[in-house]
Structure formats: C-alpha cells, structure tokens
Nanobody, 115 residues
Framework: QVLLVESGGGLVQPGGSLRLSCAASGSFFKVYNMGWYRQAPGKERELVARITSGGSPNVTSSVKGRFTISRDNDKNTMYLQMNRLTIEDTAVYYC?????????WGQGTQVTVSS
C-alpha cells in the first residue's frame, strides 16, 4: 500500500507560480516511478509530467518550459514547480505512482488560476 498526499494548491493569478508537493508513505520511495496528472472540469484526466526512480524527468508539451518535476528521496517527496501559470492550467492535480502491481493515486489538490 502506498499513500500519497498532495499539497500546495491554491488560487493564483495568471503569470504566477505554485509548487505542488506529493508526500509518499513507505520505505521504498526511491524505487517509485511517479507522475503528476491533472483533471479540469468536464475533461479527461491528463498526464502532466513524470519522473523515474532514477530521477529522469519528462514533461508534456503543453507545460514544457513552464513546469518542472523533481523529487527528493530523502524526504519521500515529489514536486511540481509551476511557473507562468495560465487559466488553462486550472485543474485538480493528482500525484501518481506507476509501474508497481497497480497504480496509486493521491486525493488531489486544486489549482485555480484566475484574475
């Protein structure tokens, strides 16, 4: 069982920044492949970024150059630094662990970009 808890969401103006955190339970964090997904109202959940257990990051084209994914294995925490936010980034952001016998998800954190 892997428990994931996201934090750091909130209301921000267009052009602003937020950093999301995902804290994971357990002693095997360093072997987890992890990712961030988001789901906007009325839309499908979509992948935003992933980072492998070895620390190799990959972000989707829609956020490339604005979002950065990282992890701190000593803190059992993954991060998503989001810069130059736009209204289209408004969504619930979910933390994900993949590549195990099943995927694990956090409860999500709301990000609202609005003036």
């Amino acid at each position: 069982q892997v428990l994931l808890v996201e934090s750091g969401g909130g209301l921000v103006q267009p052009g602003g920044s937020l950093r999301l955190s995902c804290a994971a339970s357990g002693s095997f964090f360093k072997v987890y492949n992890m990712g961030w997904y988001r789901q906007a109202p009325g839309k499908e959940r979509e992948l935003v970024a992933r980072i492998t257990s070895g620390g190799s990051p990959n972000v989707t084209s829609s956020v490339k150059g604005r979002f950065t994914i990282s992890r701190d294995n000593d803190k059992n925490t993954m991060y998503l630094q989001m810069n130059r936010l736009t209204i289209e980034d408004t969504a619930v952001y979910y933390c994900n662990v993949y590549g195990l016998t099943r995927d694990y998800w956090g409860q999500g954190t709301q990000v609202t970009v609005s003036s």
